[in-house]
Every structure is written in C-alpha cells, then in structure tokens.
T-cell receptor, first 115, second 112 residues
Framework: GAVVSQHPSWVICKSGTSVKIECRSL??????MFWYRQFPKQSLMLMAT?????????EQGVEKDKFLINHASLTLSTLTVTSAHPEDSSFYIC???????????FGSGTQLSVL | QKEVEQDPGPLSVPEGAIVSLNCTYS??????FMWYRQYSRKGPELLMY????GNKEDGRFTAQVDKSSKYISLFIRDSQPSDSATYLC????????????FGTGTSLTVIP
C-alpha cells in the first residue's frame, strides 16, 4: 500500500513554544490530507482537512490560530501547534487521500507532550 | 444518529478463533468501505478496501459488505496474538468531496 511518513514520532516541548509536525506522502500525490487528534483509548477526532494550495477547513471547536495547517505541495502537509500548553498534549495523526481515489492512508502518528 | 456505529468491545478471544467485527451505517450513499488496524500509539493501517457490495478475501482476512442491510463485517480466521489491536471501519460515498466516516473502533485481544 501507499506510504505516508509522519515526523517526528514523539516530541516533548516546554509550554509556550511551537511545534511543527510533518506529513509526507512518499509514493503518491495527496490532493487532500487530514489531521486528527486521538486521546488514549478513544477514537480519531478530525481536526481539519487540507487541500493542496488551499486554506485548511477546520472542524468546529478547533482553533485555527493555534493549530496552523499548511499544505503547500501535493506530498507535504504540516501542522504547527503554536504556543503549546499542557492541554495540547495528545497523539496527532495525519492521513492522505490519493487524488481521484477513495482510499485513505495514515501516518504513524506523533505523540506530543507539553511540559 | 451517528453515521457509523461500531461496538467498541472489548473483545477477547482465544488464539485460533474466528473473529467477527461489524459496523452498521445509516447513509445509503456510502460505496467505499475500509477496515483499519491500529496498534497502540501507532497510526491506523489499511487492511481491507471494498467497493460496493460483496466479499473480499486477503489471507486470513475477509471483508463483507451488505448494502441492503447497511452492514459491513471483517472476519479474521485463525486469529493470532499479533492481531490484538483496535479495528476501525471507515466509509465514504465518494460524492461528498473529502468526507470519510469512521466507527469508534473495536478493541480486540487474542489470548495465547
């Protein structure tokens, strides 16, 4: 299957700093990428949908100024958690939809811990 | 009513058992159906992908779609301890832009 690479796998940062998470589709062009948040033993919570070259569409309740999403190319989307606080600590996962197909491939996830 | 319903379990079976995982849905427009396996602290991995109704088999895994009943299943034969994970169903109509709808996931433990 197609490969989606997500980095870093885990990151620890101090409160007030910003953290950037990268999501790359390695062997296909991803016209759409999705960002999720997942708490322990809970399901995926969609945060935002990003289309290449367009502004991301955020789900209700997700602060767009805190969670900056950029999808500048067909193979790369980034999520920046700005001014991180301990309540932002979570597991963040990206997924990518191959252009013209209804298959979704996921990255390996990023565990963010804000001290 | 949620778009997709999935029993969260947990489900515990002995090694070698046949496992049946299920999802029901409400939107008759769904045509694309997927099953994912997620290990703890990892991203979901695509196991099975089916378009429209019917069965699809891949090794020990069989996916079934019954569109008339709005019901999909994943069967795991000869279950192994390494199958212990959370299984997510997902579906899409393909007509609503970029929307994918997920079940909440079923936690499976296969006991050696």
């Amino acid at each position: 299957g197609a490969v989606v690479s997500q980095h870093p796998s885990w990151v620890i940062c101090k409160s007030g700093t910003s953290v950037k998470i990268e999501c790359r589709s390695l062997d296909f062009q991803a016209t759409t990428m999705f960002w999720y948040r997942q708490f322990p033993k809970q399901s995926l919570m969609l945060m935002a949908t990003s289309n290449e070259g367009s502004k991301a569409t955020y789900e209700q309740g997700v602060e767009k100024d805190k969670f900056l999403i950029n999808h500048a190319s067909l193979t790369l989307s980034t999520l920046t958690v700005t001014s991180a606080h301990p309540e932002d600590s979570s597991f963040y996962i990206c997924s990518a939809r191959e252009g013209g197909k209804e298959k979704l491939f996921f990255g390996s996830g990023t565990q963010l811990s804000v001290l | 009513q949620k778009e997709v319903e999935q029993d969260p379990g947990p489900l515990s079976v002995p090694e070698g058992a046949i496992v049946s995982l299920n999802c029901t849905y409400s939107n008759s427009a769904f045509q694309y159906f997927m099953w994912y396996r997620q290990y703890s602290r990892k991203g979901p991995e695509l196991l099975m992908y089916t378009y429209s109704s019917g069965n699809k088999e891949d090794g020990r895994f069989t996916a079934q779609v019954d569109k008339s009943s709005k019901y999909i299943s994943l069967f795991i034969r000869d279950s192994q301890p390494s199958d212990s994970a959370t299984y997510l169903c997902a579906m899409s109509s393909g007509n609503t832009g970029n929307q994918f709808y997920f079940g909440t996931g079923t936690s499976l433990t296969v006991i050696p």
